[in-house]
């Protein structure tokens, strides 16, 4: 995987600025381009209809700011600016389709003084259509961006190695630890054997790409998603790979995505489904 194309869904809020904070941190470690994007929402932008000019010379004036402040971070950084056209979700997939194995880097709530709830609104549709990975992070998240160990849940799913894929990569370049933590959920003597044994796949993976790991066990009697973001706070991560799945034996299943969304304190890097999505290596 060489991620060389980061596309970034703003709005210009504080939520958006810290998702491009996070972005010119992944840029800097791995030479990527980055693309800033918003979207005109037909009937739903504010003060952006009948061609208000005054309108879209502010709004590309914020824009080559936030272009500015990227590069003072990182000078030799490519960072383009681009307004498009539609729902925010199918264009900056859309867009992203553009690209070899480019990642979106999105805030998940929102409000600014040109759309209120651009964000937040378009977050989840964003995860649920998404063909490529997603980092998406909640809104005032204070923590370094310099990553310094990724988090990668180990569950029953099929698909659930897949992550490491994207952990590796991102450890190697960050010189970060991984911490696979293998989930018991439930609990029971099957579940702590195939967990164990994709446990060991995922130390073989880090081991491969010449990355520091750790593996570690987690029981979880009820309350999936809070047990494992405390212990994910706990083991000092600050980033969370999962994979994006419908099983309820997963992290990121769809009756927990809402409380992950809106309750984790640290950034969540979101993979898809390659077999759904058709992805290659």
Known sequence: MNNKNIIVGVDFSNSSLNAMRHAVSIALKTGADLHLVWVK???VTKNAENGDDEYIHKLQKNL???????????PDTEVNTVILEGKVHV??????????????????????????????????????????????????????????NIYAPIDLSFETLQK???????????????????????????TRHIINVQMRHASDMCE???VRHEMVTLTVQNDYVQTLL??????????????REESETDFNSS??????????????????NVSAVGLGR
């Open 208 to 210: 491969d790409a010449n």
């Open 91 to 148: 264009e900056l997939n859309k867009y992203a389709a553009n690209f070899s194995n480019p990642i979106i880097v999105m805030g998940s709530h929102g409000t600014s003084g040109f759309e209120e709830g651009y964000i937040g609104n378009n977050a989840n549709r964003l995860i649920k259509d998404a063909k490529v990975p997603i980092l998406i992070m909640r809104e005032n998240i204070e923590i370094k961006r310099d990553l310094h």
């Open 64 to 74: 080559e700011e936030w272009k500015d402040m990227c590069r003072m971070e990182s």
């Open 255 to 272: 009756s927990n995505m809402a409380e992950i969304l809106s309750t984790s304190k640290m950034p969540l890097f979101i993979v898809p």
């Open 164 to 190: 490491m894929r994207y952990a590796t990569y991102l450890a190697k370049r960050f010189a970060a630890k991984v911490t696979i933590a293998g989930i018991y959920y439930p609990n029971n003597a099957d």
């Open 41 to 43: 929402t037909p009937g």
């Open 230 to 243: 405390n212990h994910a706070h706990e083991m000092d991560s600050n980033l969370i790979v999962i994979m």
